[in-house]
């Protein structure tokens, strides 16, 4: 007997974003619903309270943007923090580099990692057993807050839209507390929403860490399952950020492990800031 198939949406400013296929899991956790869906052509995805988080086919085109521009230029050993991430991508990505010597990853919705491990383990894969990676089930604004002024190399912030309870994880005091816990050398990378879809909070993210921190900068691709598809990440630091000043025998080993980042692709990526924001922050 075919198993039943039925479409799952995401809904945006009238416009539909949708799978079709299998769900093989729906439940809702202490803070949002979790569905997983397995689509002939993106595989297993995961949505949560209504939004596309990743899917099998996509989430490197995700996952090795928000990594390895912040982390291709370490050249000492690090001390990491992931807030968010409990899909295992992040880690995964972090674990490659034979500098850092720790990851706390802080996510605050255990199930989301629970789901992951067991419906999408292809992503977080042999991450979850790395020593060197400390699952902590928190709020990442309160650990935040709990840190020592310069403790972490890099901070990644990989959470879901603003909504509900991450609302306070694009906020001005939130970034704020991130650029206390930062090394003088150290990078914050968040994902930065869609110049597309979520306009107005891309331009609130980047006129904020550009306030906040010395020098930020943001990058442009595509994650296909969001929204618009096209997606940036903006990396920030409090005293310099030189992205281009490569750890090369690191990111060259590294490159062959990645589907779609590499060192020409992040220098591209790096330029492709549509003149409408460029028009808006100059404003």
């Avoid at 630091?237 to 990645?258: D, F, G, R």
Wanted: aromatic share 12%.
């Amino acid at each position: 007997m075919s198993a039943i198939k039925t479409w799952i949406d995401e809904y945006h400013k009238g416009s539909r974003f949708g799978l079709n296929g299998e769900i093989l899991i729906k439940k809702n956790s202490k803070y949002q619903e979790i569905i997983v869906i397995e689509n002939e052509y993106y595989g297993k995805a995961l949505m949560l309270d209504g939004c596309w988080m990743t899917s099998l086919k996509d989430e490197k085109y995700y996952h090795e943007c928000l990594v390895h521009p912040a982390l291709n230029r370490i050249d000492k050993k690090s001390n990491v923090l992931i807030i968010g991430g409990g899909d295992g991508g992040t880690a995964r990505e972090c674990v490659k580099y034979s500098q850092i010597t720790k990851i706390d990853l802080v996510e605050i919705d255990e199930e989301v990692i629970k789901i992951s491990k067991k419906f999408l383990n292809e992503i977080g894969g042999e991450a979850w057993n790395d020593k060197r990676l400390k699952i902590h089930i928190d709020d990442g604004v309160e650990w935040v807050k709990k840190t020592r002024d310069n403790f972490y190399d890099v901070v990644f912030i990989d959470c879901s839209d603003p909504s509900g309870f991450s609302n306070l994880l694009f906020s001005d005091s939130f970034y704020k507390d991130c650029k206390r816990i930062l090394t003088p050398k150290g990078i914050l990378a968040t994902q930065s929403e869609s110049p597309e879809s979520f306009k107005n909070i891309h331009l609130k993210i980047l006129k904020t860490l550009k306030n906040i921190f010395r020098i930020s900068e943001t990058m442009y691709s595509f994650v296909p399952i969001y929204p618009s598809g096209i997606w940036s990440w903006t990396f920030a630091s409090k005293e310099y950020l030189h992205l281009s000043q490569e750890n090369y025998n690191e990111a060259v080993k590294i490159e062959k492990s990645c589907d779609i980042w590499n060192l020409n692709f992040q220098n591209a990526a790096f330029k492709m800031m549509p003149n409408k924001i460029i028009k808006e922050l100059n404003s």
